[in-house]
């Protein structure tokens, strides 16, 4: 199996410019996360989806930031406008629900940067 | 509000000895306590969890020790490789999927 993808790998944006991140998680998996990694905070879960349908989107920092699943092969999360204190690694995590938490398969990453 | 808490952001040891890594926690509705380790430009991989109606586990070389009164958990690494050089994730749930991690520790382990 080809494991979670992501992309792009890496994003330098300028502030103010909307950015698109994309997620394809891994075949059969139907819960879906993401989240944010900054060295303040550590690993922050902004939003997971179970059967495409958003569960919990508690840590979703502002109005300016957005997620879909529109099928169980694809996720986007989007920032608009996007601004420099934005910039951090973006994960995105698949699992088999119902299933256990260790059962979090992580894809590899997106580093943002907003310039 | 940080529920999970690594205060320790690295750790240096070295190889052959034993590695200490401490996380805290606040939330006493926490069930289950997972450490995931990370490589760079990498996600982080499942490495080891304990539930709450443990306190210990042990698989190889990496043990968990679960504190539920003092609301502690660590992992200990014995004996520490350079491959276990990483950042190292604390993580807790309360009895869903959703997971809540601490800020990491980079361990460094020299030869």
């Known amino acids: 199996d080809a494991g979670v993808i992501q992309s792009p790998r890496h994003e330098v944006t300028e502030m103010g410019q909307e950015v698109t991140l994309r997620c394809k998680p891994i075949?059969?998996?139907?819960?879906l996360f993401w989240y944010r990694q900054t060295m303040m905070r550590g690993l922050e879960l902004l939003i997971y989806?179970?059967?495409?349908?958003?569960?919990?989107d508690s840590g979703m920092p502002e109005d300016r930031f957005s997620a879909k699943m529109p099928n169980a092969s694809f996720s986007t999360l989007k920032i608009q406008p996007s601004e420099p204190r934005d910039s951090a690694v973006y994960f995105c995590?698949?699992?088999?629900?119902?299933?256990?938490?260790?059962?979090?398969?992580f894809g590899p990453g997106t580093r943002l940067t907003v310039l | 509000d940080q529920q999970v808490k690594q205060n320790s952001p690295s750790l240096s040891v070295q190889e052959g000895r034993i590695s200490i890594l401490n996380c805290d926690y606040t939330n006493s509705m926490f069930d289950y306590f997972l450490w995931y380790k990370k490589y760079p430009a990498e996600g982080p991989t499942f490495l080891i969890s304990?539930?709450?109606?443990?306190d210990k586990n042990e698989d190889g070389r990496f043990t968990v020790f679960l504190n539920k009164s003092a609301k502690h958990l660590s992992l200990h690494i014995v004996p520490s490789q350079p491959g276990d050089s990483a950042v190292y994730f604390c993580a807790a749930s309360a009895g869903a999927q959703k997971l809540v991690f601490g800020q990491g520790t980079r361990l460094t382990i020299n030869p």
């Open positions: 304990i539930s709450s109606i443990k």
């Open positions: 989806f179970n059967n495409n349908v958003p569960i919990d």
């Open positions: 075949s059969g998996h139907n819960s």
């Open positions: 995590a698949s699992q088999v629900s119902p299933g256990g938490p260790d059962e979090q398969f």
